[in-house]
């Protein structure tokens, strides 16, 4: 069963410039999630998915990050314009539903530097 | 709110010992789950162990071990006979209901040849 697909695995940036990370789930898998890793901490979720309606997207700064899930499959992240502080490693992770006790699948990350 | 507190930053053992992680959680729900992950060099986080807030059974498996103590909000974890491939940081992580996962800031573990 194929796992988690990220692309791209590497971004360097400038601060102010636009970016974009694309996430393709394990088939079937109804919930999708992203989460942002600062170097040296754990993972935190910026946006939750259940097929193409968002759930939790509390702490997502709205003012510069955007997501989507269109047709409940693939999924898009963008981050516009970037920071430097955005510099991390930006994970998506799947789960065939949102119950508590469905494994999160995760994918091997996209580490983004904004100089 | 819920927490996950991972108190040891770095650990470094030789190979063959022994090591224990510890993990303590807050959340006022009764019902939740725990998690470890290991995350490897390479940064795909792999899934280790679940438990729920109800099962608070201790488990063996292979190398690992796990103990979940709800009167001391304690999920600590076990690798016995440690080996270099253990080399990894490991996320405690804590979950209710359908939110999404919380994590611990992580303990890096080496384990020297």
């Known amino acids: 069963e194929a796992g988690v697909a990220q692309s791209p695995r590497y971004k360097i940036i400038e601060k102010r410039q636009s970016v974009a990370f694309w996430c393709n789930p394990i088939s079937g898998h109804a919930t999708l999630y992203w989460y942002q890793q600062i170097l040296g901490q754990g993972p935190k979720l910026l946006i939750q998915?259940?097929?193409?309606?968002?759930?939790?997207d509390s702490q997502l700064p709205k003012d510069r990050f955007s997501a989507e899930r269109l047709k409940g499959v693939d999924s898009t992240l963008k981050i516009q314009p970037a920071k430097l502080e955005d510099s991390a490693v930006y994970l998506c992770?799947?789960?065939?539903?949102?119950?508590?006790?469905?494994?999160?699948?995760f994918g091997p990350g996209t580490r983004l530097t904004v100089l | 709110a819920q927490k996950v507190t991972q108190a040891q930053t770095e650990i470094s053992v030789v190979e063959k010992e022994d090591v224990t992680l510890d993990c303590v959680y807050e959340t006022r729900d009764t019902t939740y789950y725990l998690f470890w992950y290991k995350q490897p060099p390479s940064g795909e986080l792999v899934f280790l162990i679940r438990?729920?807030?109800?099962?608070?059974q201790n488990e063996i498996s292979g190398r690992y071990s796990w103990n979940f103590q709800k009167s001391t909000s304690s999920f600590n974890f076990t690798i016995t006979a440690s080996q270099v491939v253990d080399s990894a940081v490991y996320f405690c992580?804590?979950?209710?209901?359908?939110?999404?996962?919380?994590f611990g800031s992580g303990t890096r573990l080496q384990v020297q040849p």
């Open positions: 438990r729920n807030s109800f099962d608070e």
């Open positions: 992770a799947s789960s065939e539903g949102s119950s508590s006790y469905n494994e999160q699948f």
């Open positions: 998915f259940q097929n193409n309606g968002v759930v939790d």
């Open positions: 992580a804590l979950r209710r209901g359908r939110r999404a996962l919380t």
